[in-house]
C-alpha cells in the first residue's frame, strides 16, 4: 500500500506499534523495532483491516500494525475477529474512532457460571 503523505502514515505506524505494544495483530509475535523497518524481511506494516476492495476506507480508523509477512498472507480476505478486537482496542486506545459497526447495538460480553 502506498500514501501520498507518507510522513502520516509512518506516524500512525509508530502510534500504533506503541498501542500494540509490538505485537503483531495477525499472527500475535512480536515484530520488529520500528527503528529497523527498512532492514527487516518481517518489518510491522499496516494493514487495512477492512479491506479496501471490500469498501474500506482508508487511514487511520481501519489500521493495524502487522508483519509484512502476516499482511501479505492475509491479502484481501474479511478480518478475523481478533483483527476487529486489535482495530477496536487500539482506536479506542489512540482516540481514533474506528469504522467497525456491528449490526444492532453492542452487547456486553456475558459469564456465565455453572
Ligand atoms: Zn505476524
Not at 1 to 21: C, F, I, N, P, T
Not at 31 to 45: C, D, F, H, Y
Request: hydrophobic letters at 35%; one cysteine or more; proline letters at 4%.
Amino acid at each position: 500500500m502506498s500514501y501520498h503523505k507518507d510522513g502520516e502514515a509512518r506516524r500512525w505506524s509508530e502510534r500504533l506499534y506503541v498501542a500494540q505494544e509490538a505485537i503483531c495483530a495477525c499472527c500475535g509475535q512480536r515484530m520488529a523495532p520500528t527503528s529497523r523497518w527498512g532492514e527487516v524481511k518481517n518489518r510491522p506494516t499496516l494493514d487495512h483491516v477492512k479491506a479496501r476492495a471490500a469498501g474500506g476506507k482508508k487511514g487511520k480508523g481501519n489500521l493495524i500494525l502487522m508483519h509484512r509477512l502476516c499482511n501479505t498472507a492475509k491479502d484481501s480476505r474479511p478480518p478475523t475477529g481478533c483483527e476487529l478486537i486489535w482495530l477496536q482496542a487500539v482506536n479506542a486506545l489512540l482516540g481514533w474512532g474506528g469504522e467497525i459497526t456491528t449490526s444492532g447495538s453492542p452487547t456486553a460480553f456475558s459469564v456465565h457460571t455453572a
